[in-house]
């Protein structure tokens, strides 16, 4: 014991001593400030915004700040491609420099998806289906066909497609659906001098539709008008099923023009003038009936004589209208 004690009372100890205290508090310096540079003490950068701008841009701004970047990718169907949704840290938190900063962006290529069937489905239905499978509806358009609003046909980028096929989610879907009217066609009726009740019966029973109805301005009883114009007419003959035909009332319907047969107008002019002729051939018949008498009566001989001549005229009467044909 006596011996540590007189070593701790030698210059050699208080050297080594004071030479380990020098050491401790060098490297405490050492590190002090070594960890002080390295970790850049009261140093910091405000993270820039980049949230919602496009990628390019937020790398840009990144880099300007001396800041390090990682991304990571998402879909979203209604969003833009390449655009900043989140950003970790936020905006304005303060860090060092070199820090990284986590972004997630939309995906720029968008991923594939099956293509669902929606064929002889309904309007409501294919809108359904087309929304889980993240699929958008485009265009739609309509042919006859019998059924209404059932989809006939699925188009993708102008052509046809089929069930199952491969295609990028978000794209949008061309419909053809049916408008219930068929292909069929029907005769378009005479509308020309019915009531408007009368005009609707007619147009119902043909499988029609009433259109615009106008009144002429001179119709003071909507009651009492009957139709003057219908647009389309009955010249054009047929129509598509379920189609609308515009009318016009007026006062009076106009007179309808027909074409007299042939020959028509010639048949009664000989009727009226064999009527003319057969009262003067009847009136000699009527005077020859004394005449009858005459013949017992030698007295009244003479009076036979115009008898004979009344006939003879009325032969050549009778003559005369068969050359003239009648």
């Not at 009955?234 to 319907?253: N, R, W």
């Not at 074409?259 to 009664?268: C, M, V």
């Amino acid at each position: 014991m006596s011996k540590v004690v007189q070593y701790l009372q030698t210059p050699t100890f208080r050297k080594n001593l004071i030479a380990a205290f020098i050491a401790i508090v060098c490297l405490f310096l050492f590190v002090y400030i070594g960890l002080k540079v390295y970790t850049k003490h009261d140093e910091s950068i405000a993270v820039p915004k980049v949230k919602g701008l496009h990628i390019s841009a937020a790398i840009q701004a990144l880099e300007n700040a001396g800041l390090e970047y990682q991304i990571d990718s998402v879909y979203q169907m209604d969003a833009k491609p390449g655009m900043v949704i989140e950003q970790d840290p936020e905006q304005g938190f303060h860090v060092k420099s070199g820090r990284t900063i986590y972004l997630t962006i939309i995906t720029q290529v968008a991923p594939e998806v099956a293509f669902p069937n929606i064929k002889d489905k309904t309007l409501i239905e294919a809108t359904a289906i087309l929304k889980n499978h993240n699929l958008r509806i485009g265009d739609t358009s309509y042919v006859a066909d019998i059924a209404r609003d059932i989809v006939l046909d699925a188009q993708f980028a102008g052509q046809s497609i089929r069930n199952g096929r491969m295609i990028p989610k978000g794209s949008r879907i061309d419909l053809v659906l049916g408008n219930g009217l068929g292909a069929n066609e029907v005769e378009i009726p005479n509308l020309i001098g019915l009531p408007l009740n009368e005009a609707k019966f007619a147009l119902s029973g043909a499988g029609l539709g009433l259109g615009t109805v106008t009144y002429d301005p001179n119709v003071t009883d909507t009651a009492t008008a009957v139709i003057s114009v219908q647009s389309p007419g009955i010249e054009k003959g047929l129509t598509s099923l379920g189609a609308k035909i515009d009318v016009t009332l007026s006062v009076t319907a106009p007179a309808p023009i027909t074409d007299a047969p042939t020959g028509g107008t010639t048949t009664p002019k000989p009727q009226a003038n064999q009527t003319q002729a057969n009262p003067s051939i009847a009136k000699p018949s009527a005077q020859s009936k004394p005449a009858a008498p005459s013949k017992s009566t030698p007295a009244n001989t003479p009076a036979t004589k115009p008898a004979n001549n009344s006939a003879g005229q009325k032969k050549d009467k009778e003559n005369k209208g068969n050359s003239l044909g009648f």
